[in-house]
C-alpha cells in the first residue's frame, strides 16, 4: 500500500486460480496509470519514479513495484 506523501508502493497478489494470474497482472499495470494520473497535479516530482515503475509475476505472484529503485527490488524477489 503507499502513503499520501509519496507514491512508493509495493503490492504482491495472488490469484486464487493461478489460470487468473495474468489478470492481476493486468491490473497492476492498469494501477501505474491511476497512480500517475493521482500524483500529476498532486506531486509531479513522483512521477519519474512512477514511470520506472515494475509489474511483473514471480513464483506465482504479480507484483507492483514504485520506487526509487524498483529495479533493484524487483531483482530482489526474483533472487528469493
Given at each position: 500500500?503507499?502513503?499520501?506523501?509519496?507514491?512508493?508502493?509495493?503490492?504482491?497478489?495472488k490469484?486464487?486460480?493461478?489460470?487468473?494470474?495474468?489478470?492481476?497482472?493486468?491490473?497492476?499495470?492498469?494501477?501505474i496509470q491511476?497512480?500517475?494520473h493521482?500524483?500529476?497535479?498532486?506531486?509531479?516530482?513522483?512521477?519519474?519514479?512512477?514511470?520506472?515503475?515494475e509489474?511483473?509475476?514471480?513464483g506465482?505472484?504479480?507484483?507492483l513495484?514504485i520506487?526509487?529503485?524498483?529495479a533493484?527490488?524487483?531483482?530482489?524477489f526474483?533472487?528469493?
Amino acid at each position: 500500500a503507499s502513503s499520501g506523501g509519496n507514491a512508493d508502493e509495493i503490492s504482491v497478489l495472488k490469484a486464487k486460480d493461478p489460470s487468473k494470474q495474468n489478470e492481476l497482472t493486468k491490473k497492476l499495470e492498469e494501477r501505474i496509470q491511476v497512480r500517475h494520473h493521482d500524483f500529476e497535479g498532486y506531486k509531479p516530482e513522483e512521477l519519474d519514479k512512477i514511470d520506472k515503475a515494475e509489474v511483473f509475476e514471480a513464483g506465482g505472484y504479480s507484483i507492483l513495484i514504485i520506487a526509487d529503485d524498483a529495479a533493484a527490488i524487483k531483482d530482489a524477489f526474483n533472487n528469493v
